[in-house]
């Protein structure tokens, strides 16, 4: 299985906070920009930014060969920004449905997915943090950067608090380095409901779903045919469609794009009979 590459930005407050949790693992002897690239655990790796993540745009030309086309998978972890200053674990695909992109990427430009690794993300999430008091949700397809290979954000929200909560902190902290991309899984793009798509959140956390691209109602406004399509085709092994409402299917930019699929369609998730996390742990000792 290729490798994870966790990619920290120095600006951000909640990759440094996990900055500092995880120390300076070994080297792999490979670099970007001058920076090692890091093992922080079997089957993931590291690498610091100096920029801004959301626009660290085509980072994926700067890695090596091994990496960039390899079937890697990027993750951010980050802050979670919103108007209603929500405290909250989040996981979400890249890339802007609409013309617009005032948050890195370009309009109209999405980002390959990897929906077992997005499922396996959540799901391990859960089973940590909800002791922990937080609930984890994905999060619809948004803003950059523009990238050629696979890649997600893991976000904290925190709204007005000067740092993120420990707590949170320390849930990333664990789980980044030792999750484990779900297998047998059926997989779908999502399309419909709000920005923090408890639709599709549920049907991961519950049944034997993957999704990949979700389209909120809102982007659903904006999209138009080519960018659906190109949604579709950016989460790899879709069978089909997962709709929070029917109604959603008779969009333009929806309407015969895939087979609508059922939630029922995919069966229920045991939790117990198989890992969220690996076994193991990080190698600098998190």
């Not at 659906?228 to 929070?244: D, I, N």
């Not at 309407?255 to 193991?280: H, I, V």
Request: proline share 10%.
């Amino acid at each position: 299985m290729p490798p994870a590459l966790v990619v920290l930005s120095e600006e951000d407050p909640v990759a440094s906070r996990l900055a500092e949790r995880w120390g300076t693992p070994p080297s792999t002897g490979e670099f970007v920009d001058g920076a090692a690239i890091r093992r922080l655990a079997s089957g993931t790796l590291l690498l610091r930014r100096s920029g801004r993540h959301i626009h660290d745009e085509h980072l994926d030309r700067r890695l090596p060969p091994g990496l960039a086309g390899g079937g890697t998978t990027l993750i951010f972890p980050s802050i979670h920004r919103s108007e209603q200053n929500l405290t909250c674990l989040t996981v979400h695909p890249l890339g802007n449905p609409g013309p617009e992109a005032e948050l890195g990427g370009r309009g109209r430009t999405v980002v390959p997915t990897d929906p077992p690794a997005m499922a396996g993300m959540l799901r391990a999430l859960s089973e940590v943090a909800r002791p922990a008091g937080f609930r984890p949700t994905f999060e619809a397809t948004h803003h950059g950067p523009e990238l050629g290979v696979p890649a997600f954000f893991v976000e904290i929200g925190y709204g007005t608090a000067p740092e993120p909560p420990p707590a949170a902190v320390s849930v990333l902290a664990e789980v980044i380095p030792r999750f484990v991309p779900s297998a047998g899984d059926r997989i779908a793009m999502g399309v419909g409901g709000g920005r923090y798509a408890p639709h599709f959140s549920d049907l991961v956390l519950g049944r034997r779903w993957a999704v990949g691209h979700i389209l909120s109602r809102h982007a659903l406004e904006r999209v138009d045919r080519a960018t659906a399509e190109a949604m579709y085709a950016g989460t790899p092994r879709a069978e089909g469609l997962l709709l929070a409402r029917a109604a959603d299917a008779l969009h333009p930019a929806i309407e015969g794009l895939a087979p609508r699929l059922r939630d029922a369609e995919a069966g229920p998730r045991d939790p117990g009979s198989g890992q969220s996390t690996r076994g193991g742990r990080s190698t600098s000792g998190t």
